[in-house]
């Protein structure tokens, strides 16, 4: 009995010495990621106010160069964005600069600043193109739906969700009847807001992975009917035009204008927000 107790001891401590090195190697690489991510989050946070010194002191496009660094690393966020509209717009690229401050109002859609920027900067666009005329019922309910972003459409679902959850339980597994009766209420106080943003987010989302738009950069470009060099010319836009973009096919990318107008242009006219 002592041998086969040395025996399972052996195959413990065995299964012992096997494990530890697979714990010191994912000990190792949890490390080597949070070391990684608090270098990358420092070395953005150097550029960043590297980027913005440049700027004060008037050297714009270095700025603008620093800021692009920053966001070829991954760390992009709105103020990135809007700091390199500034530059941009200093060194009078309005293309560039409309592109990222439509980037940073995605990311932060009620900043003031950010708002006043991009009118300034649209102010320089020498198209004006009015948007079809809509029911007033539709532009109510798009107001109504975009009165929020999708990240507080998703919390506030998840937040109703949660309530809806807890009403359930309390109504089928409470004794009590007066608990039973709360839970029922809560279910549904709760059931219906979290329907109402269950099918905001639902839209919004539909909305981002469909709906895709992008500024024309070049100073002058040529809209033509179909892809291609010697198709018919319809129109032509200028720097800084906010389109919708469509199909895309051997270079050329179709858009549609605001008043409904939809033609082909060169695909590396226009960049995408």
């Known amino acids: 009995m002592a041998r086969i107790t040395r025996i399972h001891a052996d ?23 949070l070391i990684a991510f608090f270098v990358l989050a420092d070395e953005a946070t150097s550029l960043f106010n590297q980027a913005n010194k440049f ?4 050297d714009y496009q270095q700025a603008a160069a620093v800021y692009e660094k920053i966001l070829a690393a991954g760390q992009a966020n709105w103020q990135v964005y809007y700091n390199l509209g500034n530059a941009y717009y200093k060194q009078k690229r309005f293309g560039k600069a ?7 109002r995605r990311l932060n859609r009620d900043n003031e600043d ?20 809509r029911p007033l019922v ?3 309910l798009d107001n109504a739906i975009h009165f929020f972003t999708i990240e507080a459409a998703a919390t506030m679902m998840l937040i109703f969700w949660m309530l809806l959850f807890v009403g359930a339980v ?12 709360w839970g029922r209420r809560l279910v549904w106080v709760a059931g219906s807001p979290w329907l109402l943003f269950t099918l905001i987010f639902g839209m919004l989302a539909y909305e981002r992975a469909t709906v895709q738009e992008g500024i024309v950069l070049a100073s002058r470009v040529v809209v033509r009917s179909s892809p ?24 050329w990318q179709r858009i549609k204008l605001a008043d409904g107008k939809v033609g082909w242009l060169e695909a590396n006219s226009v960049e995408k927000i």
């Not at 700027?55 to 008037?58: D, F």
């Not at 409309?98 to 940073?104: P, Q, S």
């Not at 291609?228 to 270079?251: C, P, Y």
């Open 98 to 104: 409309i592109l990222n401050y439509e980037r940073a």
């Open 55 to 58: 700027y004060e002191t008037g």
């Open 138 to 140: 539709v532009v109510w």
């Open 170 to 181: 309390i109504w089928m597994l409470a004794r009590r009847e007066f608990l039973q009766r």
């Open 11 to 33: 195959k413990n401590n065995s299964s012992a010495a096997t494990a530890c090195p697979k714990n010191v190697s994912f000990c190792f690489a949890l490390c080597s990621l």
């Open 228 to 251: 291609a060099d010697d198709a018919t010319e319809m129109f032509i836009l200028h720097e800084g035009v906010k389109v919708r973009l469509q199909e895309n096919s051997g270079g």
């Open 114 to 133: 950010i708002a006043f920027n991009s009118d300034l900067a649209n102010l320089s666009v020498a198209d004006r193109i009015a948007a079809m005329p």
